[in-house]
């Protein structure tokens, strides 16, 4: 946005309040348009589906006393959440929303955009079929972890290998009043048992052509998702806000997103082989320097440490 002087937290604080957060969420979505286009031939496991995402939230907590317009009736205390649909071919977010936190993730089936075709993982908060009934009339494909209340009876059952862990394959069809109505098409249902966390998983989905294995797979490499968020709050000052208003804060949250964004299509169109960390750590540190990006990350100088980045701070009090 331009800088005329020295900065201070107090003016980051104004500036924020002042702009409308729309703005930034409107640069994320060019970003992540520039940056899919860039990573549209990403490696990517060949057995499993080309275009799949995974769709979560993620709570951003906020201090009540500071943002009491944030007020989470669920726990006493201030929050918003953060709804992001990521592109498992690059672990890049391909659209996003912030909302306040007790709206329900199912909800959000009725903003992501569906593609025909395309693949869409999700964890059992997403479970109404209503929504994914509407996901399986635009051609495209859901797995979403079941809940024990689902009603159904078994239409067929199908032999696995249960060495992989997989327990069933059946196809059912829905039997409860409502659920039957708002899904009238049969439904495959997989249950398979993750040895690693000693739990069993029942997973439904409207794709009957791929093996039971993959249908697996796709549910595990949703944690993609969670890493993703876990990765921006470590890195990208989503702890800590600069200005008390709603706004301010969205502005912060979209700013983050797209520090993401840019560094993996820096990292991209250079070529460079250091991680979204190293690029972002020795962009932050500098920040001003007159020097090409191609110069400064090719530069085969060692890398600032976390402490020392410490010491190197951009906004002073």
Request: aromatic fraction near 10%; hydrophobic fraction near 45%; charge should be positive.
């Amino acid at each position: 946005m331009g800088f005329r002087g020295h900065i201070t937290r107090t003016n980051l604080a104004y500036a924020n309040h002042h702009r409308d957060g729309r703005l930034f969420a409107a640069v994320a979505q060019v970003l992540m348009r520039r940056a899919a286009r860039l990573y549209q031939n990403e490696p990517w496991d060949p057995d499993l589906p080309q275009v799949a995402f995974a769709l979560d939230s993620s709570i951003i907590r906020l201090s009540l006393n500071l943002c009491p317009w944030g007020y989470w009736a669920r726990t006493g205390k201030a929050a918003l959440k953060l709804h992001l649909l990521l592109s498992l071919q690059g672990n890049l977010p391909a659209w996003g929303a912030i909302t306040e936190a007790n709206l329900p993730d199912m909800k959000m089936l009725d903003q992501i955009p569906i593609l025909a075709g395309a693949h869409y993982i999700m964890d059992r908060g997403y479970l109404d079929f209503v929504r994914l009934f509407a996901v399986e009339q635009a051609d495209a494909f859901f797995v979403v972890r079941s809940k024990q209340h689902v009603r159904f009876a078994v239409v067929e059952s199908r032999p696995v290998a249960k060495e992989t862990g997989l327990r069933c394959d059946q196809t059912i069809r829905l039997t409860g009043r409502w659920s039957r109505n708002s899904y009238p098409k049969l439904l495959r249902r997989i249950r398979v048992y993750n040895a690693e966390h000693q739990i069993t998983l029942v997973l439904l989905t409207n794709n009957f052509e791929v093996s039971a294995w993959v249908i697996a797979e796709l549910y595990r490499n949703r944690w993609q998702v969670e890493l993703f968020f876990k990765w921006i709050k470590q890195h990208l000052r989503l702890r800590g806000f600069y200005g008390r208003s709603q706004n301010a804060v969205c502005c912060q949250i979209w700013s983050a997103i797209c520090a993401y964004l840019m560094v993996a299509i820096i990292k991209k169109e250079l070529g460079i082989q250091k991680s979204l960390y190293e690029i972002l750590q020795i962009v932050s540190v500098n920040a001003f320097a007159q020097t090409s990006l191609a110069e400064l990350l090719t530069d085969t100088s060692p890398i600032v440490s976390p402490s020392e980045c410490q010491k190197l701070l951009l906004f002073k009090d």
